[in-house]
């Protein structure tokens, strides 16, 4: 069994900092990349930032210099240091494991920024 948890989302006022978790089985966190991804409403679901087995991280644009990734393997856990938020960043965020031919999703956690 498969089992993202996300936590750490809320609402906080823009230029304010949040850290978002999410808690992952064992089996899948050993073996696979991890990502935060995000969905505002009326839009596509697109991708904020991954973090590979090795430690690799790519993000988005819209994000760089502002959000870090980080992962505890001896916690399976992923990170989302998210600091100098904007109202643009709203939206709610889902946790990600990429194991092919598969993808595993989290149930979301609303982040809120207010202006």
């Known amino acids: 069994q498969v089992q993202l948890v996300e936590s750490g989302g809320g609402l906080v006022q823009a230029g304010g900092s949040l850290r978002l978790s999410c808690a992952a089985s064992?089996?899948?966190?050993?073996?696979?990349?991890m990502g935060w991804y995000r969905q505002a409403p009326g839009k596509q679901r697109e991708l904020v930032a991954t973090i590979g087995r090795g430690g690799r991280t790519n993000y988005a644009d819209s994000v760089k210099g502002r959000f870090t990734i980080s992962r505890d393997n001896a916690k399976n856990t992923v990170y989302l240091q998210m600091n100098s938020l904007k109202p643009e960043d709203t939206a709610v965020y889902y946790c990600n494991a990429d194991a092919f031919p598969s993808n595993y999703w989290g149930q979301g956690t609303q982040v809120t920024v207010s202006s």
């Open positions: 064992r089996s899948i966190f050993n073996i696979a990349a």
